[in-house]
């Protein structure tokens, strides 16, 4: 009777390779991407993009590894970030890149949350600010139009618009001299 083959350790299989095209109409046009300088897995490690480049408006994210970039239809391996820049500073047009993307630590998890809980913050708080001088404006245009005739229409929008920006410009230095805590979140394991 044959004996089973011996059953081997498989680890998961490695992420899929990415395709992204970027458009990069100009050889002066920046991409908007920095790279660690060495070598990472066989590739360029993505280590910051600028917001709202064309590599970021392209879906690339920091800790993403290029491993290659195809050009007119030639594949170049990535060495490293130097070779990375050195390829695509020069290059126009459609850039294909073979990115492979990697899952975030768990301190690069908790820090994305962080983020998000701080822009969601900033955006009620902005919200909030905006709503009250939306408010403020209706209130100010009742008593305007109460007290004006057609010919003063005109000035009454100066005066409005005036008052709005006094008083959102006092409700943001409110609300920015007043330090809110930062919680962390209840477990970060």
């Given amino acids: 009777m044959p004996s089973a083959p011996p059953m081997?350790?498989?680890?998961?299989?490695?992420?899929?390779?990415?395709?992204?095209?970027?458009?990069k109409r100009l050889t002066r046009d920046r991409l908007g991407v920095s790279f660690m300088p060495e070598p990472v897995e066989g590739g360029a490690l993505i280590s910051a993009l600028e917001w709202g480049s064309i590599a970021w408006r392209g879906n690339l994210r920091p800790g993403d590894?290029?491993?290659?970039?195809?050009?007119?239809?030639e594949e170049h391996p990535m060495e490293g970030g130097y070779s990375a820049a050195k390829l695509l500073r020069p290059a126009c047009g459609v850039i294909r890149l073979r990115v492979r993307r990697r899952k975030p630590?768990?301190?690069?998890?908790?820090?994305?949350?962080?983020?998000?809980?701080?822009?969601?913050?900033?955006?009620?708080?902005?919200?909030?600010?905006?709503?009250?001088?939306?408010?403020?404006?209706?209130?100010?245009?009742?008593?305007?139009?109460?007290?004006?005739?057609l010919a003063d229409a005109l000035?009454?929008?100066?005066?409005?618009?005036?008052?709005?920006?006094?008083?959102?410009?006092?409700?943001?230095?409110?609300?920015?001299?007043?330090?809110?805590?930062?919680r962390s979140p209840p477990r970060l394991e």
């Fill in 65 to 73: 590894i290029v491993k290659s970039v195809i050009i007119d239809g």
């Fill in 8 to 23: 081997r350790a498989i680890g998961p299989p490695p992420l899929p390779l990415l395709t992204i095209p970027i458009h």
């Fill in 155 to 182: 000035w009454a929008v100066d005066v409005i618009q005036a008052a709005a920006f006094l008083y959102v410009e006092r409700k943001r230095r409110v609300r920015a001299s007043v330090r809110r805590p930062i």
């Fill in 105 to 149: 630590t768990r301190d690069e998890a908790a820090a994305r949350r962080i983020q998000s809980v701080l822009r969601g913050m900033c955006v009620r708080t902005d919200l909030h600010v905006r709503t009250l001088a939306a408010e403020h404006i209706q209130g100010t245009w009742r008593r305007a139009s109460a007290m004006a005739n």
